[in-house]
């Protein structure tokens, strides 16, 4: 029987974590033939063990492809190449697909060569960390400063041919590869559609050195999203089309006594910060 998802689990030192997800993906409903392959590149923590240990719930769906090298670009793109789908989804190991997500994400992309969902931030955050950074309304995919729709890569799905049409994701890329990627796809004419019903329980990084390498990690990349719009001859964000950010930055010291200011602020310090990082690397104004 032809497989019609292949469900893609890039997975680096994630035995902590993958089990949680592995479990929530067996308890899936799906009418149609579907795999699940976890990408474990480089690990050094047991996380194939843990892989293996759920081999039982999800049977022959489960495949395990095992490499040296790092880097979840590469992991996805390893993913891509090996699946036996022509469609595919991609999730994290640290993260928990809800209730349907599955059949959300499987229905969608027999419409659409590629799909994203919402992230859910309640399930498995404390309050004071899914509080931190605001909230979305869940109801349409998130923009590249309003200009193309993007999607989580935590949570996508793509047709197998026209991933490899656009070359899957740029692996010297290190954040928001995911954002570049929906760039070349809505350039292609393929938008990311929105699939609510699709909806990740996503992680949020609880230390406060996470968070700021994070945040300068996500800054510093994103010039380099301008940059390639610029070099389509499409629409560019404005230079300074962050300043809110940065004004936010003087009224967020004040609320830094509480864990919730000290994860907002030590995120947009080091997203601010990457910005003016990616603006030098990349040649490329956006702050």
């Known amino acids: 029987m032809t497989v019609e998802l292949s469900v893609v689990i890039p997975a680096h030192n994630a035995a902590a974590t993958i089990g949680e997800q592995l479990k ?14 976890v990408i474990e590149n480089g690990s050094s923590d047991g996380t194939a063990e843990q892989v293996e240990a759920h081999r039982s719930q999800l049977g022959d769906r489960l495949r395990l492809v095992r490499s040296e090298r790092a880097g979840a670009s ?24 809800a209730d349907g997500w599955l059949a959300a994400m499987g229905s969608a992309l027999r419409h659409h060569a590629f799909a994203t969902g919402p992230l859910e931030l309640d399930r498995l955050n ?52 995911e954002i570049e990627l929906s760039l070349r796809m809505w350039l292609t004419g393929a938008p990311a559609a929105f699939v609510p019903e699709a909806v990740i329980h996503y992680r949020y990084r609880t230390q406060m050195h996470q968070l700021w390498r994070q ?63 990616g603006s030098v690397e990349h040649r490329t104004l956006l702050l």
């Open 24 to 37: 929530a993906l067996a308890q899936q409903r799906w009418d149609h033939p579907w795999e699940v392959l």
């Open 74 to 97: 590469f992991a996805r793109n390893l993913g891509a190449a090996e699946a036996e789908a022509d469609h595919i989804a991609f999730v994290d190991a640290d993260d928990v697909v």
């Open 126 to 177: 404390p309050r004071w960390l899914a509080n931190s950074r605001g909230r979305t309304t869940g109801r349409v995919a998130p923009t590249f400063y309003g200009i193309f729709p993007y999607a989580h890569g935590c949570n996508m799905g793509a047709h197998r041919g026209l991933w490899h049409e656009v070359g899957g994701l740029d692996e010297r890329i290190m954040a928001t590869e």
């Open 215 to 277: 945040g300068l990690s996500y800054g510093r990349w994103r010039p380099l999203v301008a940059r390639r719009l610029i070099e389509a001859g499409r629409e560019r964000p404005a230079r300074l089309a962050g300043w809110r950010s940065w004004a936010n930055l003087l009224r967020l010291l004040p609320g830094a006594g509480s864990a919730e200011g000290r994860a907002l602020l030590a995120w947009t310090a080091g997203n601010r910060l990457g910005h003016v990082v």
